[in-house]
């Protein structure tokens, strides 16, 4: 009896033990309290073990965890969460501004150095969410190249505009990091053309013999009355995954000791990892480290071999200085060694730019990319880390490789750039891809290119296919935005020239009949070859207001206004905040990974931000 009873009462409690710890695997949304906007990058743990996740673009995230268990929900300018896993698998969260801890990290950043330092009683949540990662942005490390804006330019006295598309994504991401982080992005961060292109638009694809279409929109200048906004946008021919041709890649890994830092080395660990799961048997990869020196650590590997791969960059270790110009040489080797003729041969670089040992200027690096990618090899360019980040050479040395850059700040980012975005990041379908508009002055007085500033051409460097431009990969989409002034409209952006004494301008025998407000030509070549071929397309106003353009047309917009902003442009007149975000919620359309809602977050914080700079500024 005793024993029957003893076995009742085990038996009880191994059930209720089990029922306690029962295995659950729990998902939700992490959102800001009261605008309900998703929270993309939030960090979820359970509580006392190493189990984490971070939410995606949506703010969605999923964890395995066990009944019982406690999640923490924090996150860089919001107040920490903790819930505890009851019978309900769904948790959603709602995280409030912490409108002082942000405050007093801009406060701390605008003073000199000798009182820039965090102060010592910055809330204890904050501290453990960015250990050693908040920094004073005006006294860091990090370098950008100095972009001057176009400026406006006569229709009648310079009729032509000529430049490169560029697909390079990077300068959204690192803004994202700097707002996040509570830092007001100094102004030769934002360039805006990679802001307006990290969004994916919907542009109709090619038809025909042209790997790329082009689609255009005339309406109103939403922050300058009275001046209007040309939208062209560019669509490259998407091709199926299993119609890629082989891939012969090359990972080109910066172990030096400036990459021991979490989101740095394990991040691009990490990041490998996922392009490693999208690999099919015929695609191949090698591994090239630098620090001291340079060496391989996987020769060329087949991409269904994917623990071999990622065993090779578990073991990857940082220390050591960086001899950038080294690895590059070796990881071009490399890659003409196991090279596939009709192929995707490219060297995918992973730094922070900080090259300091042998070949490391600029320069010097530029050399190297332009000899070496007459090999046919492409060289695409992936950044990380703060604080020491050298974005001007990882920028030259992916425009000069004939590849793209992008910034990685977080795991979802990696997830955008290798898996969301995986044809347009590594196959090009078009390189050398060259834009060259003439306005017509009947219907156009003026015209300023909005970006593109280290994309501009000469005109003369349309026509010659030595003249190196940017590439476009399979789907990839280019958005370009011209503000003009309209024939008859006064502007004091457009400064007078007294007219010629010994020369007429003449029309051509069309122009006065012409409607034409102007015409874009397109100059691209095929990937393996050095001939470009041409294309033209007329452009007439269809008197669209701006209300009924597309949302491609009105989202564009307002990340480009959102740049001006950022950049304190002198061209920015009456663009307000309010105005993008306004603009940015009636342009939503199809979003599926969330991008476009973060973006209207990012607009809030950068607000919030800039309000606070200006007071700090005031009180100094």
């Known amino acids: 009896m005793?024993?029957?009873?003893?076995?009742?009462?085990?038996?009880?409690?191994?059930?209720?033990?089990?029922a306690q710890s029962t295995p659950v695997t729990v998902t939700g949304t992490v959102s800001e309290e009261g605008t309900k906007v998703p929270l993309a990058g939030?960090?979820?743990t359970v509580k006392n073990t190493k189990k984490g996740t971070v939410t995606d673009a949506k703010g969605h995230y999923s964890i395995y965890a066990k009944t019982d268990d406690r999640l923490t929900f924090s996150f860089v300018g919001y107040q920490g969460e903790e819930r505890r896993i009851g019978k309900d698998s769904v948790i959603h969260i709602f995280l409030k501004v912490a409108y002082e801890m942000l405050q007093e990290v801009v406060v701390a950043a605008g003073?000199?150095?000798?009182?820039?330092?965090?102060?010592?009683?910055t809330t204890q949540t904050f501290a453990a969410q960015m250990p050693a990662m908040m920094y004073d942005m005006e006294h860091s490390a990090e370098e950008y190249k100095s972009l001057n804006e176009n400026i406006f330019h006569d229709a009648k006295k310079n009729p032509l505009t000529t430049f490169s598309v560029d697909v390079d994504r990077a300068a959204y991401s690192n803004v994202r990091r700097m707002l996040n982080l509570g830092q007001f992005p100094q102004r030769d961060v934002v360039r805006i053309e990679e802001m307006v292109n990290y969004f994916e638009y919907d542009y109709p694809q090619p038809k025909g013999e042209h790997p790329v279409a082009i689609q255009t929109e005339i309406s109103d200048s939403p922050w300058n009355k009275g001046l209007k906004l040309i939208h062209i946008g560019l669509q490259a021919k998407t091709i199926p995954t299993d119609n890629l041709p082989a891939?012969?890649?090359?990972?080109?890994?910066?172990?030096?000791?400036?990459?021991?830092?979490?989101?740095?080395?394990?991040?691009?660990?990490?990041?490998?990892?996922?392009?490693?799961?999208?690999?099919?048997?015929?695609d191949r990869v090698a591994i090239v480290v630098y620090a001291g020196a340079a060496g391989t650590v996987l020769s060329s590997t087949p991409g269904n071999q994917t623990a071999t791969i990622k065993d090779?960059?578990?073991?990857?270790?940082?220390?050591?200085?960086?001899?950038?110009?080294?690895?590059?040489?070796?990881?071009?080797?490399?890659?003409?060694?196991?090279?596939?003729?009709?192929?995707?041969?490219?060297?995918?670089?992973?730094s922070d730019g900080d090259f300091n040992v042998g070949v490391s200027s600029e320069g010097e690096l530029q050399q190297i990319v332009e000899e070496k990618r007459k090999s046919g090899v492409y060289f695409s360019v992936l950044g990380f880390g703060m604080g020491n980040y050298k974005d001007n050479k990882m920028e030259t040395i992916a425009d000069k490789g004939n590849g793209n850059y992008a910034y990685i700040d977080n795991l979802q980012e990696a997830q955008k750039v290798f898996v969301h975005e995986f044809g347009g990041t590594l196959f090009t379908v078009a390189k050398d891809v060259k834009l060259q508009l003439e306005f017509n002055p009947k219907f156009v007085k003026g015209y300023r290119l909005i970006g593109y500033e280290n994309r501009m051409l000469k005109n003369e460097d349309f026509h010659d296919d030595k003249k190196d431009a940017g590439e476009m990969g399979s789907g990839h989409t280019v958005t370009a935005l011209y503000e003009i002034i309209p024939a008859g409209v006064e502007s004091a952006y457009l400064a007078k020239v007294d007219d010629l004494k010994y020369q007429k301008p003449t029309e051509t025998a069309n122009n006065s009949a012409s409607d034409e407000v102007l015409t874009i030509k397109l100059r691209y070549k095929q990937p393996d070859s050095e001939v470009s071929k041409l294309f033209e397309v007329p452009v007439r106003d269809t008197h669209t207001p701006f209300a009924r353009t597309s949302a491609n047309f009105r989202f564009a917009t307002a990340v480009a206004e959102w740049g001006l902003l950022l950049r304190k442009s002198e061209f920015?007149?009456?663009?307000?905040?309010?105005?993008?975000?306004?603009?940015?919620?009636?342009?939503?359309?199809?979003?599926?990974?969330?991008?476009r809602s973060e973006f209207i977050r990012l607009v809030k914080l950068a607000q919030s931000l800039d309000k606070k700079e200006g007071i700090a500024q005031k009180d100094e």
Do not use: H, W
């Open 2 to 18: 005793k024993t029957k009873l003893f076995c009742l009462i085990f038996s009880a409690l191994t059930l209720y033990a089990c």
């Open 111 to 121: 003073k000199p150095a000798s009182s820039a330092k965090i102060r010592a009683n």
């Open 312 to 350: 090779a960059l578990d073991k990857l270790s940082a220390g050591g200085s960086t001899a950038g110009g080294e690895g590059i040489k070796l990881a071009y080797k490399i890659a003409q060694e196991n090279f596939i003729k009709g192929g995707n041969n490219r060297v995918i670089l992973a």
């Open 572 to 595: 920015k007149g009456a663009a307000t905040y309010e105005q993008v975000i306004q603009t940015a919620q009636n342009a939503l359309a199809k979003d599926p990974e969330g991008y």
């Open 247 to 282: 891939s012969n890649l090359v990972f080109l890994v910066d172990v030096s000791g400036s990459m021991n830092q979490a989101n740095k080395l394990p991040l691009v660990k990490e990041a490998f990892k996922l392009l490693v799961d999208q690999l099919r048997p015929n």
């Open 42 to 44: 939030v960090r979820v």
